[in-house]
């Protein structure tokens, strides 16, 4: 975890493409999700 930066900018072709789901959610991430979970779909946290 010490590597992740939230704040990095990438080049468009180094960017995750994420799809909004209206009333769901974005990508791997769903309204809802707890901290950890959270953090496990994003990759910043194994479980």
């Not at 080049?11 to 809802?32: A, I, K, N, Q, W």
Request: glycine share 8%; net charge neutral.
């Amino acid at each position: 975890m010490a590597d992740w930066n939230p704040w990095a900018v990438k080049s468009d072709t180094e960017r995750d493409r994420r799809e909004f789901t209206p009333l769901h959610g974005v990508g791997s991430l769903v309204f809802g999700m707890d901290l950890l979970q959270t953090a496990a779909a994003l990759g910043v946290l194994r479980r």
